[in-house]
Structure formats: C-alpha cells, structure tokens
C-alpha cells in the first residue's frame, strides 16, 4: 500500500558535536503491523504475507508490552496522534484495535484531540469492520485504492476489484469525517485519459485527503525483478500536471509533495514528519526519532514478525539504535521540511536541529539565486521551480 513515511539520512553514528535542545518536538506514535494477505508487487515496505490466521493476541500484547519499555524515553511529552500502518492494519479486529488505543491513553501521555488514523484495504471484509473500527476509537481511516480500473488493479496485483473499490470508499465516507484514499498513477498500460478518470471516480466520494503517487519501481520488489512496460516520463509528467490542476479546482491544496487535502485536513501524523518532529514506531521493524537534551536518536524494531515476537518476550524490543551526528541534522531537516508547500519559520530550523540558521546561510543564498527557494523572515519554502525539481534542491544542502 502506498503511503508516505518520513525520509532519513542513513549514515548516522555518532555524535560530534555538542547539542542542547531547549524544546521537545512534537511527539507521535506509529504502529506497525507486518501481514497482508498478498504482497504487491510494487511494495518494499516491511509486509509479510499472512497465510492463515494472524497472531492477533500475541502481537496486540507485544505492541503493549512494547510501548511500556519506551515510556521512559517519551516519559511527561503529549502524543498528538497515532498511525496504524502496515501491511495491513485493517486485518486486525476492531476489538483488537479498540485494546490497543484504550492501552495508548493508559500507558502514554494520548492528546484528547489526537488524530488516529488506520490503513485499510478496500476488501470486502475489511470493508466489514469499518464501523468497528470507528468506534474503537480510530477518526481517520487511509484507504489503499490504487486505482478504480480492474485492469489496472489487476497489474498492480491488488487482491481488490473495482467494485470493492468503490464499495469501501463509499462506507469510508459513511463511517469517518475525514478519510484519505491512495491512488497511483503512472501504471502499465495506463493513459492520461484513465488516470484522471480515477481522480474523478474518487472525488466523487467526497474524501477530505487524497494521495497520489507515481508508481516507481522500488529495490527488492518482484517489479524490480520482472519490470512492467511503464508510460513513458512525460506521459507520467503530463499526468501529474492534470491531477494537480483538476484537485486544486476542486478545492484541494497540494501541501506536500504527493498530498492534497481541503482545508485544515491535512494529515497531521505526516506532517510531523514534515517539520521534523518525532515519533516513537512500535511494532515488527517499526522506526522511531527521538529527540533527548543532548542528542537526537534513532531505533528500527526487529524486523521480522517472529524475530520481533521472540525478542519481546525477553524484553528486547530494539535491533538497532544510533545517534544521529550533529552534522547530519541540517540535511535531514531540510529533506523533510522542503516537501512542504509552505515551507517552514525560520525559527524551526534551530529548534529541530539545535543549530544557527546563519550556518547555512551561503546554502540558503545559493538554492535562493537558482529560483529554487524563497527565504524570508517569516517562511522559508521551495518555488514552484524548487518543488518540481525537488532533487537539485536538496543537493545545495549536502
């Protein structure tokens, strides 16, 4: 299922120099759950296929079990959402779902106000349980829809029709004010024709969020292995430009790179991301940033299902933690807070990296010339030039 995740840099160790935070970010919690009923082709997310029965019980107390050994390092800090991910979040029960949030507001610091979102797929039984989950406590569901065509679906090797498709959109819009539906574009075989009549089939339902992805073909996938014919760059540029258009007359705002939301629907866990705040991931391979006085940590559950039930068990729930270096910081801020829209205040520059904004100065100057970044007082953000070429933006901060 496609979604967005936070990006990182990858070769931290340790710290160099000396840090003093003064204010935690905000802090969120994801939740990870590893099966599915068939992996996609497309997907290198951490996904198992399920192949009977899940280990409900087990994994819904070793999530709980989980949380409880890292409460002393989000000990006093308000959680202001949580996101259920996968895989596939919506095989669990809603009465699994309901143990879980009611052990969230138990055990962690849970807002009143927190938006908890859930990842389902459009199948007819998970489809079944959306009312369940809803009074379980969840207040947005994310529905993986690709595509509203079977025979796009059935290239994506999605187990739905488009049938069910529209059928779980419609109950999502019953069930939940604010609901997000995940589209693809860029599919084989797909036209410009047939990938706005998918933008159009679920503006029809009335969702206040959308996603939309091109399909890339990721490392470690069986696409990678067996690629399909795919449309060409500019068909796919073409494509982009259209759905972005046809939202914004819709009256959605394109805030991050891939989303769009009416207004005050944006979807707060990923803007968390976004602004670089932190978020403790619980569940098999889940990540977590953590920001502490002196220094800011990163940790990966284990990754396997089994390998992460064994480890719970003996009260080791971590396969990896490094601390990320100081130097390191400033890019992976800006990795982030550049695929917003909006951009950022200044002032979050320092306060999520502990560092002057004056440092990047010739940095900011230089994105600044090339029409790349506006830099002001009040906000700095990309130009449109900057958001289309996202990349060579980045690049002035390495």
Known sequence: MARTIPIFAQNSRSTAAALEFRVSPPLALYVHVPWCVQKCPYCDFNSHEAKGTIPEREYVAALIADLQSALPLIWGRPVVSVFFGGGTPSLLSPAAIDELITAFRALAMLAPNAEITLEANPGTVEAEKFAGFRSAGVNRLSLGIQSFNDEHLKALGRIHGAAEAKRAAQLAGEHFESFNLDLMYGLPGQTH????????????????????????????????????????????????????????????????????????????????????????????????????HDRVLRQMRWKHPKAYLDNIRSGNAI?????????????????????????????????????????????????????????????????AKGRRFLNVLLECFL
């Open 319 to 383: 396969q990896e933690e490094t601390q990320v270096e100081a130097k390191s910081l400033p890019f992976e801020f800006m990795m982030n807070a550049l695929r917003l829209a909006d951009g950022f205040h200044p002032s979050l520059y320092e306060a999520r990296t502990a560092q002057p904004l004056i440092a990047i100065q010739s940095q900011l100057k230089a994105a600044e010339a090339e029409d790349l970044l506006i830099v002001g007082p009040e906000k700095i953000a990309p130009t």
């Open 193 to 292: 024709e047939q990938a706005l009549a998918d933008v159009e089939t679920a503006l029809s339902f009335s969702p206040s969020h959308l996603s939309c992805y091109q399909l890339t073909l990721e490392p470690n996938t069986r696409f990678a292995a067996f690629p399909p014919e795919l449309p060409e760059g500019d068909i796919c540029a073409d494509m982009q430009e259209s759905i972005e258009a046809r939202l914004a007359t819709a009256g959605f705002t394109n805030y991050e790179t891939s989303a769009f939301a009416q207004s005050g629907k944006q979807c707060k866990h990923n803007l968390n991301y976004w602004y670089f705040g932190d978020y403790l991931g619980i569940g098999a391979g889940a990540h977590s940033k953590l920001t502490l």
